[in-house]
């Protein structure tokens, strides 16, 4: 209870149903683990939250940046609502120190995972919504996802592809993730750097940049793609 109450401060909301936070905070492998007690997951909570996030960052950009076109606001509303953003906007407060897991989820690195990070701030969304409604939501919403809004907006929001794909691939116990730059073309000044990423020993994606982190990123980015392609 005394985590609960301190995410309570760090939000900013007192909840009348504790419950729901309760609920929200509890990772499927928990409930899995104690099946006895009869424990509800967040899984359906994060099911709702995903729409009701999506009505507030709809109806805020709508009302607040009239002059872009329904493609652009599409656009950038998919930046705000993504599984790294999200996770993000999770990490700032610190809400894998509140979640519930089962010991297995726990040893693989559970609190740190970007995807549980994500779902379980939709699932605090929710718990707002069925405890103090929409209002509060938006409150919550543009109070801790302001910055990661205006960037998507701006398109600064900088995704880290290396961290994800690092995180995809520790779900496989013994793989191992190696950046090499094999090339490099132009003067000093304006030089570009060619990287590409390896799984244990295969090639699984290149990248090209003006830095090396930069090329860096570009090359995980192609080999989240190709694992995603090898697992369709």
């Known amino acids: 209870m005394e985590g609960i109450k301190r995410l309570e401060e760090k939000i900013g909301y007192t909840f009348k149903d504790i419950s729901y936070l309760k609920r929200a905070m509890t990772h499927s492998s928990y409930a899995n683990e104690n099946k006895k007690e009869r424990i509800n997951n967040n899984e359906r909570l994060e099911f709702l ?128 993730i190696k950046y090499e730059i094999f090339n490099e073309e132009g003067p000093d000044h304006s030089k570009v750097f060619y990287t590409h990423v390896k799984l244990n020993d295969e090639i699984i994606g290149v990248g090209k940049g003006r830095s090396k982190k930069e090329s860096e990123q570009e090359a995980a980015k192609e080999g989240l793609k190709r694992l995603a392609e090898d697992e369709a």
């Open 49 to 176: 939250g995903d729409s009701v996030l999506g009505l507030v960052i709809s109806e805020y950009l709508y009302s607040h940046f009239p002059n872009l076109a329904e493609g652009q606001l599409t656009k950038v509303r998919a930046r705000i609502v993504c599984e790294a953003s999200l996770g993000e906007a999770a990490r700032a407060l610190n809400i894998g120190a509140y979640m519930m897991f089962g010991r297995g989820e726990e040893l693989t690195g559970g609190r740190e995972r970007t995807s549980i990070l994500s779902d379980a701030f939709e699932a605090l969304i929710a718990a707002l919504y069925l405890d103090g409604g929409v209002e509060v939501v938006r409150k919550f919403v543009l109070s801790h996802m302001n910055r990661i809004i205006h960037d998507a907006v701006q398109g600064k929001l900088f995704i880290d592809y290396k961290t994800r794909l690092q995180e995809v691939i520790q779900i496989k116990k013994g793989n191992r």
